[in-house]
Structures are given as structure tokens and as C-alpha cells.
């Protein structure tokens, strides 16, 4: 069907990662519906060559300079900033359906059957099951729509500051009206359930069809051995059951996503996170030898970068200051 679509959100390089996975993983179980992703303005070039090849769209989304309706709520909710651009799914107006899915989700089995369900549709979220969870749902874009979400953000803002705050207030009957509406739990596993009930997970886990890494440590910010196949600084499984989803993601990453990237990027250095310590040494002292010296920022900024996944791995927050530093705490 050419006017349904998935749809995902990466404002910047690290979560764009997640979205070249997130695409693979749907074509590798051969997804009959178009691929968008909608980007910021600051995603790299090669990431967005990167994209292009994965994406059937790939769209840029500004909500700061667009000068609409979205810009002005934006100006009375600054603190709302990720969540007005991923509201903007609703203006993909070309389609008449669409399943949006967090970048940090990943598919294990077709799920086109989702567009059978209607809008608002979701799986509860594992932490109040009343409450959906915002990182798969189906919906159908609509210009109305999003007007009335940007009007009820600016009104009532987000109780729990994201997306999924807005989203559970303006569709508030979704826990109560039509259980058609909800999701099966396996459209969006979280490993925060597989935890708290283990059993259950032992018991239904098989069937999960989407991985949905919920939480602020994301698999690109773990690295990869890809000789051994294991990730780095992972904790052990408290069971022997339970599927190394995180080893999945980085496979995906590194067989299919990482000779894309090597691609794009041509003869310019870059970190995949797959790399050896050593491999890590010469791509920084390659950019030190090329790049000017970059200019600086006060150390709030740069904690902000650091904390929105933007550490400057290249430059200031290269893996050689991150360990003189530590040798210095250390003595
Ligand atoms: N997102 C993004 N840039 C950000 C934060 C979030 O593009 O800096 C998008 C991305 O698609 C992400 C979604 O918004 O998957 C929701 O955020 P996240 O997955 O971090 O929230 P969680 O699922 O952990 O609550
Ligand atoms: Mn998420």
C-alpha cells in the first residue's frame, strides 16, 4: 500500500543510528508499507546519504524556523522541544495511515498487520499499564489533528515532560473505550517487563515482534566487539532465557548499517562503536591531524551536548582527555 508508511524520529546523529537499524530490521522482514524518517537539521551528510538508502523519505523537520503554529507553541513550551517535532508525524498528510516507531525500536517479525488497527492504537506501557506507550503507535496523519495536539501541548503541557504525556492526555479514553485500540504487548517489548516478570516473559517472550529499548542508555551508547560478537560493559542475563535482544540490534548494526556508513563517509573518520581501542587511537589522531581546532564552548553547554548523546568524541571528550582524566582522579 503506497499511502501507509512507518514513520520515526531522529533529531540527530546518535538516535539516527537507531533509525537506519530500526529500517533494516523492517526490510529484512520484507515490510510492504514506505519507510519515513523525519530528521533534524543537524543530522551529518553521510548520515543522511545513509538514510536515504534506507528510507523511502527522508524528510527534515525544523520546528524552530518553521514560522507556523508549531513554532509559536514551541516558543511558549521550549522544554517541549522533541515532542512538538515528533507530534509532526501528523502533518504526513500523503499517507492515510501510518505506525509510528521510536528510533529505538527494533523488529523481529513482519508487522504490517498493524495497519489493520485505527488511530490511537498502542501497546500499554509497562510502567502504567493504563497509560500507552508512545513508542509504537498507529495513527492517521491529519492537519486538524495536529493542530489540536499543538494547542493542547501549549494548554496543558506534558505531565511527564515527553510525548507520551501529551499523547495519554489529548487521546484520554484509550484505557477504557475500545480494546481494539489496544496493542498486544508484543508490538512493544520493553526490557524494563522482561525484569519485573520474568515468568511471563519466560512464558510469552518467544512471540515478542518488536524490541523497544526504552530508557536513557540506548544500545549505541554500549560498543561492540565485532571479533567476539558481545557487547562491551553489558551486564550478565540474570537468565539464560532471556534473548540477547541488545546483541541483535548491534549485529544488525554492524553487518548491515556500519558498510553503509563506510560508504558514505568516504576517506572522512568516523566512530561506529565497533571498534578496537587501538582502531579508536588512530581515527582520533586522524582527526586531530585534519580538523581545525574546534571552537569553545562553556562547560554547561557542553554537558548539555554530552547528556543529549552529542559527546565530542572526536575532540574534547576523546577517549585520550576521558582517560588522562581518570589518571588523574586516580592519583
Ligand atoms: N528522539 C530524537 N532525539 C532525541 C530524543 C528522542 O530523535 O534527542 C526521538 C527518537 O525517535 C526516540 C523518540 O524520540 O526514539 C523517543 O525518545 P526515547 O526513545 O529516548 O524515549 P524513551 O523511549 O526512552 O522513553
Ligand atoms: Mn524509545
Redesign the pocket.
Known amino acids: 500500500m503506497a499511502d501507509q508508511a512507518f514513520v520515526?524520529?531522529?533529531?540527530?546523529d546518535n538516535?539516527a543510528k537507531?533509525?537506519m537499524v530500526l529500517a533494516q530490521s523492517l526490510r529484512n522482514h520484507n515490510t510492504s508499507k514506505k519507510l519515513v524518517v523525519l530528521i533534524?537539521t543537524h543530522v551529518a551528510d553521510p548520515v543522511r546519504q545513509v538514510l536515504n538508502r534506507l528510507y523511502d523519505e527522508v524528510l527534515v523537520v525544523d520546528v524552530l524556523d518553521s514560522g507556523d503554529t508549531a513554532h509559536l507553541s514551541m516558543m511558549k513550551r521550549p522544554e517541549l522541544g522533541?515532542t512538538f517535532?515528533?507530534l509532526h508525524c501528523w502533518t504526513l498528510t500523503q499517507y492515510s495511515k501510518c505506525v509510528f516507531m521510536?528510533?529505538?525500536t527494533l523488529v523481529l517479525a513482519n508487522i504490517d498487520e498493524l495497519f489493520e488497527r485505527e488511530e490511537l492504537s498502542a501497546a500499554p506501557d509497562p510502567g502504567w499499564p493504563d497509560c500507552f506507550n508512545s513508542?509504537v503507535f498507529v495513527f492517521r496523519p491529519s492537519k486538524e489533528v495536529y493542530g489540536k495536539l499543538l494547542t493542547h501541548c501549549e494548554e496543558k503541557g506534558s505531565f511527564d515532560g515527553?510525548?507520551?504525556g501529551v499523547l495519554n492526555s489529548y487521546f484520554n479514553t484509550w484505557a477504557t473505550e475500545d480494546i481494539s485500540k489496544h496493542l498486544p504487548f508484543i508490538y512493544n517489548l520493553s526490557s524494563i517487563a522482561i525484569y519485573s516478570y520474568l515468568p511471563a516473559f519466560k512464558q510469552y517472550g518467544k512471540e515478542a515482534k518488536v524490541v523497544?529499548f526504552?530508557?536513557?542508555i540506548?544500545p549505541w551508547n554500549y560498543t561492540y566487539d565485532s571479533k567476539n560478537k558481545s557487547v562491551k560493559g553489558q551486564s550478565q542475563d540474570p537468565s539464560t532465557l532471556h534473548p540477547n535482544y541488545l546483541l541483535q540490534w548491534w549485529e544488525l548494526f554492524s553487518s548491515s548499517v556500519v558498510p553503509m556508513m563506510k560508504e558514505s563517509y568516504g576517506n572522512q573518520p568516523f566512530l561506529t562503536g565497533c571498534e578496537s581501542v587501538e582502531e579508536v587511537h588512530e581515527i582520533a589522531s586522524k582527526v586531530h591531524s585534519q580538523a581545525p581546532l574546534p571552537p569553545q564552548i562553556s562547560s554547561k553547554e557542553r554537558q548539555q551536548q554530552w547528556e543529549?548523546?552529542q559527546a565530542d568524541y572526536m575532540g574534547m571528550d576523546s577517549f585520550d582527555n576521558i582517560q588522562r582524566k581518570l589518571d588523574s582522579f586516580l592519583k
Open positions: 520515526t524520529l531522529a533529531t540527530n538516535y537507531g533509525a533534524g522533541v517535532t515528533k521510536d528510533a529505538d513508542g515527553g510525548d507520551q523497544h526504552l530508557g536513557k540506548k543529549q548523546g
